[in-house]
């Protein structure tokens, strides 16, 4: 089981990063997944979910209307768009994949925002 981060780096205040996760060795379109977060000193915290066919899509309060979960079961790969970045986005962002069976994550991408 894999899943691979990409797209991570520094971008200005006010500026966009597609951040992409890679699945393999699981059957990708069974799982719903989610990007999550975690700053320095900070919890990891769910930043955007969503479900296995794509219907149901959930954001953390503090990106929404800036940050777009996609995923593409045919590639199976899910995106977070985003856009709009504040200095408070900074956080290592990891890809994960669940359902009640199992739970992998991937290794995590780093954000910086930074003027």
């Known amino acids: 089981v894999q899943l691979v981060e990409s797209g991570g780096g520094l971008v200005q205040p006010g500026g966009s990063l597609r951040l992409s996760c890679a699945a393999s060795?699981?059957?990708?379109?069974?799982?719903?997944m989610s990007w999550y977060r975690q700053a320095a000193g900070k919890e990891r915290e769910s930043v955007a979910a969503i479900a296995r066919a794509g219907g149901r899509i959930n954001y953390a309060d503090s990106v929404k209307g800036r940050f777009t979960i996609f995923r593409d079961n045919a590639k199976n790969t899910v995106d977070l768009q985003m856009n709009s970045l504040k200095p408070e986005d900074t956080a290592v962002y990891y890809c994960?994949?669940?359902?009640?069976?199992?739970?992998?994550w991937g290794q995590g991408t780093q954000v910086t925002v930074s003027s």
């Open positions: 994960n994949a669940w359902n009640s069976a199992n739970d992998y």
């Open positions: 060795g699981f059957t990708f379109s069974s799982y719903a």
